[in-house]
């Protein structure tokens, strides 16, 4: 679905400072339905890369297609979550999810997909409550609500949970991998949390530190559907282990001696 070839990202030079290179020579793929989650150390450009793909941002050079066409421009067809539910504070859950539909849809349209996702979301007694009434999770299932409405063939998320609390963040973990068992729907997602990672993906992209390139790609075979404790398995601690020597490398004795 989308091809990325040797692309980098140069941010201009600004007030004498040196130019910054966020991003260099990344080539990956992502397949139709695939669950891709990136890893990397803070600054090596992960935000950069859901920019490009998002079409915020354009690469420095290389090239990103998607479905065969270059991707330049942001487009319906990207569903957008970033880490802070970016909803309106003066407009009702209802209408914070109806925003992304058309005005030429038509009205028993229109309601008849909103309360499908306030359903699926567990939102329906919310409907009429204005954003700051919920709780950061319920928040976060608006703001996923109103990127899925317009039917994306792909999500982009970064750190969608990355404010949350252990346990909803957990919660929020689970109610995805629902979610997306459901819909279907390709997602490209950043975390900064190895067990994150593996719980949801079924490929780990992991990032070296600036400029960011690709130091792995780890393929996750662990059976689905995935419960919180499929954490405690023998193969879920390979992998983290083996996520972390890439991400760390000095750490790998001490997350041994810790796990032993
Ligand atoms: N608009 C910009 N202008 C200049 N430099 C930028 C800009 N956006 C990002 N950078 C720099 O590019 C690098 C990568 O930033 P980016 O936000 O993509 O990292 P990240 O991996 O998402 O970090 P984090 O994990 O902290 O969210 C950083 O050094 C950052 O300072
Ligand atoms: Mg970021």
Not at 79 to 107: C, D, H, M
Not at 124 to 137: I, K, M, N, R, T
Not at 186 to 215: C, K, N, Q, W, Y
Request: net charge neutral; with cysteine; charged share 20%.
């Amino acid at each position: 679905m989308i091809t990325i070839t040797n692309v980098s990202r140069e941010y201009a030079a600004r007030r004498g400072k040196a130019p910054v290179l966020a991003l260099q020579d990344i080539s990956l793929q992502i397949q139709d339905q695939e669950f891709v989650v990136v890893v990397g150390p803070s600054g090596c450009g992960k935000t950069t890369l859901l920019n490009l793909l998002a079409g915020f941002e354009q690469a420095t050079s290389g090239q990103i297609l998607f479905d065969g066409k270059e991707l330049k421009r942001p487009g319906a067809e990207r569903g957008i979550v970033f880490q802070q539910a970016t909803l309106y504070p003066w407009l009702s859950v209802y209408e914070n999810i109806a925003l992304g539909l058309k005005l030429k849809q038509g009205r028993q349209f229109k309601r008849e997909r909103v309360h499908y996702f306030l359903e699926t979301m567990g939102l329906q007694d919310f409907a009429q409550h204005p954003p700051y009434q919920l709780s950061g999770g319920m928040q976060q299932r608006v703001a996923i609500a109103r990127a899925l409405i317009v039917e994306p063939k792909i999500l982009l998320m970064d750190e969608p949970f990355g404010a949350l609390d252990a346990q909803t963040r957990s919660e929020m973990q689970q109610f995805l991998l629902g979610l997306w068992e459901h819909i279907k729907a390709t997602v490209f997602f950043i975390t900064h949390d190895v067990e994150e990672a593996i719980l949801l993906a079924d490929r780990i992209v992991v990032m070296t530190a600036r400029p960011g390139s690709i130091a792995q790609e780890i393929t996750v075979t662990l059976p689905r559907p995935r419960a919180w404790d499929i954490a405690l398995t023998e193969e879920f601690l390979a992998l983290k282990r083996e996520v972390l020597s890439i991400l760390r490398p000095g750490l790998t004795h001490l997350q041994t001696v810790h796990s032993a």
